[in-house]
């Protein structure tokens, strides 16, 4: 079944440096992925999605996402961050069965060192 | 985007009573919701599949009469905490498939139950 996998529970960086949130997903044909953020007490906002055609996804608030089939991955980007970035992320996956349902990795929290 | 709604945004209730949780897609019809759940500090997992006009689908170790789900409509989708603990308490999401071609969800801003 389709799932994915976020290595790192906490990352810290400082605002203004660049940023790499990993991914990985486990499906053998190409997945639909999202990269979700979640403010503290807050809902889910999209991100970006990637379902099909160009391999860099563009997303909102500067961030970007790639993906690489040989690495299976679907890492989150951006260039440099803002204090504001400092949240809860998440990498879904859409999994095909009955319905279609989004699986949700376990998260990283991303905080910003002044 | 689409919007979902979701009321109330938090709830406290004691002990033993029961809770309903709505989730509205305010501007599409879907014939498709899901309900998750998430602990402090911890990812979303979700507990069913609510499908307009037929029972939910409960995901494995979720109590369907714990959890009561009905989907009246295609813009309404409920959650019952029937007899909630302390253990209930927790952050309930919903979200909505709007039906497109890659089956999009889009998601509640969430419900915060806090059972004393």
């Known amino acids: 079944a389709q799932s994915v996998t976020q290595p790192d529970i906490h990352i810290t960086v400082s605002e203004g440096a660049s940023l790499e949130l990993r991914c990985n997903y486990s499906?053998?044909?190409?997945?639909?992925l999202f990269w979700y953020v979640q403010s503290p007490g807050q809902g889910l906002q999209l991100l970006l999605k990637y379902f099909s055609g160009d391999t860099l996804v563009q997303g909102i608030k500067g961030f970007e996402a790639e993906f690489k089939r040989s690495q299976s991955s679907f890492n989150l980007r951006k260039p440099s961050v803002h204090w504001s970035d400092a949240a809860e992320y998440f990498c879904a996956v859409l999994r095909y069965s009955s319905a279609s349902k989004i699986i949700f990795g376990s998260g990283t929290r991303l905080s910003i060192r002044p | 985007g689409a919007v979902v709604s979701q009321h109330p945004s938090w709830v406290i209730c004691k002990s033993g009573t029961s809770v309903k949780i709505e989730c509205r897609s305010l501007?599409?019809?879907?014939?498709?919701m899901f309900w998750y759940r998430q602990f402090p500090k911890q990812s979303l997992m979700l507990m069913a599949t609510s499908n307009e006009g037929s029972k939910a689908t409960y995901e494995q170790g979720v109590e369907k009469d714990k959890f009561l789900i009905n989907h009246a409509s295609l813009t309404l989708s409920t959650l019952t905490v029937t007899s909630a603990h302390p253990e209930d308490s927790s952050f309930y999401i919903c979200?909505?498939?709007?039906?497109?071609?890659?089956?999009?969800?889009?998601f509640g801003p969430g419900t915060r139950l806090t059972v004393l």
């Open positions: 499906y053998g044909a190409t997945p639909y």
């Open positions: 979200s909505a498939d709007s039906g497109g071609p890659y089956n999009e969800q889009f």
């Open positions: 501007d599409f019809q879907a014939t498709t």
